[in-house]
């Protein structure tokens, strides 16, 4: 079996501070490991994979994921934030490294205020 | 280019009539496609995938089924709604074979309102 943990329900970050969504997975074979955005009443859109490789991860719109076996993390980060950055987080782990059968998170809203 | 479409955008259904919600992909073949609900703006649960025309795999047993007639067409359906299946139905498909991929591709979304 497969799951993955948001702990945070929300994260709050002001315009252009760094920010961390965080992301926990447990998974029995290699982790494939996915991050999402969502706006408001509309699809996922794809930011960011890890699948092997280079532990850090980047991705769309400036956004990068470093993954962590050791502690079995897979946190989103952004080095300066923006407001239009105010969206809802998905992680998601898949057996596959197409991200067929994936688990997702409970997701995380993050607001960004100027 | 590839696109998914997913309609209708939004549904307000009586419980116990039927439902329909349909999910087509253009510019590929064979994908591998997915319906998704996600509850209350939160958290995606897998119904049901398919990796060809008829075949069909469900991951939780509810009062839903899906179909694939065609190669790019993937059908949610209900007999009978129920209060509980209210929700955001998601539509989602993946490439197969070689090459980047991209994790899923979503559709816009259904939002299922049963009253």
């Known amino acids: 079996a497969q799951s993955v943990a948001q702990p945070e329900d929300q994260v709050n970050v002001a315009e252009g501070n760094p920010l961390t969504v965080k992301c926990t997975y447990s998974v029995s074979g290699n982790p494939y490991l996915f991050w999402y955005v969502q706006y408001p009443n509309r699809g996922l859109q794809f930011l960011l994979k890890?699948?092997?490789?280079?532990?850090l991860v980047k991705g769309s719109y400036g956004f990068e994921a470093e993954f962590n076996k050791s502690q079995t993390s897979f946190h989103l980060k952004k080095p300066s934030a923006l407001v239009s950055d105010s969206a809802l987080y998905f992680c998601?782990?898949?057996?596959?490294?197409?991200?067929?059968?994936?688990?997702f998170g409970d997701g995380t809203t993050l607001t960004v205020k100027p | 280019s590839q696109t998914i479409h997913q309609w209708p955008a939004t549904l307000v259904q009586p419980v116990g009539s039927p439902l329909s919600l349909e999910c087509t992909v253009e510019?590929?073949?064979?994908?591998?496609l997915y319906w998704y609900r996600q509850a209350a703006g939160r958290g995606l649960q897998l119904l049901f995938y398919?990796?060809?025309?008829?075949?069909i795999s469900s991951e939780v047993p509810q009062n839903l089924s899906a179909s694939r007639p065609q190669d790019r067409q993937f059908i949610l359906s209900s007999k009978k709604l129920l209060l509980s299946d209210s929700g955001f139905y998601l539509c989602?498909?993946?490439?197969?074979?070689?090459?980047?991929?991209?994790?899923?591709?979503f559709g816009s979304g259904t939002r299922l309102t049963v009253v």
């Open positions: 998601a782990v898949s057996p596959f490294p197409n991200a067929g059968k994936s688990t």
């Open positions: 890890y699948i092997t490789g280079d532990n």
């Open positions: 989602a498909w993946i490439r197969t074979g070689g090459g980047a991929n991209y994790g899923y591709t």
């Open positions: 510019g590929t073949s064979n994908p591998n």
């Open positions: 398919s990796v060809g025309i008829g075949q």
